[in-house]
């Protein structure tokens, strides 16, 4: 934390019209955990512009945020690509992996996957991990440059390393699959724990078959039903369906066809259509009540969390 005197030294030097302070300044106002500095979206605007307009790459990437995100100013896309692109090109590496974003979403600008794929490597190379990770995804697919499954486990590794759970995920996939490595259930076993771990759903819904099935694991049907309730109350309907056939069948838990009901129902809800199924077959063998009560167990219900 900065002392008012610094803060009062830093606002003279910033309205002095250094770079640099106004950029600090600008991030101060960003936050507004600063004694004797408010959080105001506008004034860090304000320096972040001033510090921009002179080349400043960390004022031109912050200021390519804020017209991204609307915060301080109306939304803007051709604004924040404008000042991620001139920061991206100083080697900011946010700014870079910002840009190779917007240019593989293709919302603000029509899509352009090779450039996304230029900035994501840039920053990729910087060692940024969702950029690793998002050149990954771009080998693995084909997606602006040519598909190649061993890079793709390269880049995913890098990410997975720094702890990115979609990395993780993504790896355990390929080592799962023996998709530009060789196959290793033990591999897989473990990096898809490290999503999990992390909170990932489809993580989580992988370990449960991976248990179920027994693929480098012992077969473990209690732990495949406790890491698929866990992505189910996350809100994961392929989690939801999964977990409600354990119920219905007793598989890994106590068979229990109310409790089934209400997660087929709430897969069925978000559009599944093999929940769908599953649910009505189920509910041949359920009475009215038990129905109307699993019914309105999934109207209340709420993803963990929330």
Known sequence: MMTRKEVAVLREAAEQGEANAQCQLGTLHLKGDQDGVSKDDKEALKWFRLAAEQGHPLAQQNLGMLYHQGKGVPKNGPLAIKWFRLAAEQGAVHAQYNLGVILEAGKLVPANLAEAVRWFRLAAEQGNAHAQYHLGLSHRQG???????????????????????????????????????????????????????????????????????????????????????????????????????MLAMGQGVPEDHAQAYMWLELAAMQGNAEAVARRDHLAEVMSPVRIGQAQSRARQWRPAGR
């Open 143 to 245: 997606k602006g440059v040519p598909r190649d499954e061993r890079e793709a486990v390269r880049w995913f590794h890098l990410a997975a390393e720094q702890g990115l759970a979609l990395a993780c995920f993504n790896l355990g996939l390929m080592y799962d699959a023996g998709e530009g490595v060789a196959k290793s259930p033990q591999q897989a076993l473990k990096w898809f724990r490290a999503a999990a771990d992390q909170g990932l759903a489809q993580a989580r819904l992988q370990l449960s078959r991976v248990y179920s099935e027994g693929r480098g694991v012992d077969r473990d049907d209690a732990e495949a039903a406790r890491w698929c309730r866990q992505a189910a109350e996350q809100g994961y309907d392929m989690a939801q369906l999964n977990y409600g056939c």
